[in-house]
């Protein structure tokens, strides 16, 4: 169990670093009409992007563990709704498995809890 809540940790790492960090580049048009249809301004994309580092890094430690999967989860479902609400079922479907992932991790606990170094 601590293995697999270790890569999904890691994992879940990746992707948050990864998609926070793209809100500090040049996005494509493809991306800025993504946003626009779900109606994310790039003052709410960059505050996106700090949330999802910071959960992201959240993580890593057992005290925070909870709150940065539980935050991670409502950034998640916030980026369903506004799918939703636009009409956009792939996309809000898409990140279904995403969803379950921080869900997961609170399940399984943090791999290094109770550990002493």
């Keep these: 169990m601590k293995i697999l809540s270790g890569a999904l940790m890691l994992i879940s790492l990746y ?3 990864g998609h926070g960090g793209r ?5 494509s ?3 800025i009409h993504m946003m626009s249809v779900l109606g994310i301004t790039d003052a709410m994309r960059m505050v996106f992007g700090v949330w999802a580092i910071t959960t992201a ?17 409502v950034q998640l479902v916030i ?17 279904v498995p995403f969803l379950i992932v ?4 609170i399940y399984l606990g943090h791999p290094f809890k109770g550990e002493t170094a």
């Excluded at 921080?102 to 991790?105: A, E, I, K, M, V």
């Design 15 to 17: 992707l948050g670093i």
């Design 23 to 27: 809100a500090w580049k040049k996005p």
């Design 29 to 31: 048009e493809e991306y």
């Design 57 to 73: 890094i959240l993580i890593l430690f057992p005290k925070t563990f909870f709150w940065g999967n539980a935050l991670r989860a």
């Design 79 to 95: 980026m369903m709704a506004l799918a939703l609400k636009a009409g956009n079922y792939k996309f809000a479907l898409i990140e």
């Design 102 to 105: 921080p869900l997961l991790l």
